[in-house]
Every structure is written in C-alpha cells, then in structure tokens.
C-alpha cells in the first residue's frame, strides 16, 4: 500500500464556497497503484499555509506521496510550485515535463502549467492542475512509473537498469 496525500489549494474550496471534484479523481485513480489516501485538506492559495502543510505530510506523517492540485497558474494567488519548491530537496523535472508535453496535445494552455515535482526525504510531491479533466490527464501519464519511483525513494526497490 502506498501512503497518499491530497492536498487542494482554493480559497474558495478553504472557505466552503466550492467543491472539491479534483480529489475525487485522485481517489479514484490512485486506487490502481494500490494507493490509499491517509490525509486529505482543503487549503488556501497562501505560500505559507501550503508550505507548513507539505512539511507536515512529509515529515510528520512520513507520507510516501503527496498530490497537490490547483495553485499552478498566473494567477497571483497561485503560489503551490513556489512553495513545493521551498519544501523538497530534490526537484524531479521529468514528471511536470511529461504532464505538460501530454497535455500539449490536447490543449496549447498547458503551456502555461508552472507545476512541478520533487522529493523531500522519503516523500515525492506532484503538482497537479485544479481541473478534475487536467488531474485526470496528468495522472495517467505518471501513473504508469509511481509504483517503481516510489520503491526506489522508499528503498523497497532498488533495481533501475534493465537488460
């Protein structure tokens, strides 16, 4: 079983004014790679609010992976990269590289996706867009390598090249 996150960043979500559909889709498809979600919050668009919540499911709950959707835009209140970057030690560029080259395909606004992934000790963090269409479109590009990057970070897995 792989210990998840979910973390969604709305202020209108934080204070009640709308639903969260984009964690439900993260329900859902994380059920596939034997995922099990332990903490789940609705959070404001607030750096530093996101910030002591990521450490939180990092180094608290030793949480293996932490979903986090919304806050990835222009918008000035969308602040999740800046604080996933202040939080991880290691960024992992390829996850938001290939999101974004999927998701190209589909819509030229992917582009603008500021997203980005990286591991802070035994935890790896992905930003995920705020749309239930764009998280399930991001999710089945990562899906397929979660299980063999999470082995590896967790030290159940050490086997990378093969023959």
């Not at 979600?37 to 919540?53: G, S």
């Not at 938001?96 to 603008?112: D, F, G, N, V």
Request: with cysteine.
């Amino acid at each position: 079983m792989i210990k998840v996150g979910i973390l969604t960043m709305s202020d209108k979500g934080a204070r009640g004014e709308r639903e969260d559909k984009s964690c439900e889709v993260i329900k859902e498809m994380i059920k596939s790679i034997d995922g099990e979600v332990q903490y789940y919050k609705v959070i404001p668009d607030d750096f530093d609010v996101i910030k002591e919540e990521l450490f939180y499911c990092c180094d608290r709950l030793e949480l293996e992976l932490v979903l986090t959707t919304g806050g990835t835009g222009f918008s000035p209140r969308d602040n999740t990269p800046e604080a996933t970057l202040a939080v991880v030690k290691k960024q992992v560029p390829g996850i938001p590289e290939a999101m974004r080259m999927a998701s190209l395909e589909k819509t030229p606004q992917a582009m603008l996706s500021r997203a980005v992934a990286g591991i802070r000790g035994k935890t790896l963090i992905i930003n995920l867009p705020g749309s239930p269409k764009g998280v399930r479109e991001c999710l089945e590009v990562v899906m397929p390598v979660l299980p063999h990057g999470l082995d590896i970070l967790s030290g159940r897995g050490g086997e990378c090249g093969k023959e």
